[in-house]
């Protein structure tokens, strides 16, 4: 299994659970990762660039599209059957996942963050779940399948 974004170690800018948002306190149902490189995590100098957003297992695209609140998504079924669907929710979609029930291997990019909808910062915004009801927290579920992870 690789992290989300294609980088050495996941930045979560936000987590799960509850939070105020445009003066609301709503449940963040997954985890916001940084997808911008900054100065600081590279030897090169200032680099801004975005990271690819990747599959981080081998698995089938079931849905992809604009939601009501104009986010860009797709929704991903792992063929390990331990997980019911992976959500990546502010991607913009590479041509080649743009078709349901095409398979795609662990780290084939999706796309990249953009900004658009609700969002007002590049970042991922990544969800696991169990079942079609029951999300869980991203956070432990990377970190024990041995992503590098960590709150910004």
């Known amino acids: 299994m690789v992290?989300?974004?294609?980088?050495?170690?996941?930045?979560?800018?936000?987590?799960?659970?509850?939070?105020?948002?445009?003066?609301?306190?709503?449940?963040?149902?997954?985890?916001?990762?940084?997808?911008?490189?900054?100065?600081?995590?590279?030897?090169?100098?200032?680099?801004?660039?975005?990271?690819?957003?990747?599959?981080?297992?081998?698995?089938?695209?079931?849905?992809?599209?604009?939601?009501?609140?104009?986010?860009?998504f797709i929704v991903l079924e792992p063929l390990s059957g331990e997980v019911f669907e992976y959500k990546y929710i502010h991607v913009t979609l590479e041509f080649s996942v743009t078709q349901v029930g095409i398979v795609l291997n662990e780290g084939t990019i999706i796309g990249y963050?953009?900004?658009?909808?609700?969002?007002?910062?590049?970042?991922?915004?990544?969800?696991v779940w169990l079942s079609p009801k029951k999300c869980i927290n991203p956070f432990p579920f990377l970190k024990e399948k041995g992503i590098k992870i960590r709150k910004k």
């Open 3 to 72: 992290g989300p974004v294609k980088r050495e170690t996941q930045i979560i800018t936000s987590g799960y659970g509850f939070r105020w948002r445009l003066g609301k306190r709503k449940f963040h149902k997954g985890i916001d990762l940084r997808t911008v490189k900054f100065p600081e995590e590279t030897d090169e100098g200032a680099d801004y660039s975005l990271q690819p957003c990747v599959a981080v297992e081998r698995c089938r695209v079931k849905r992809f599209g604009t939601d009501p609140n104009d986010n860009d």
């Open 113 to 127: 963050s953009q900004l658009k909808g609700q969002s007002d910062a590049h970042h991922l915004h990544f969800e």
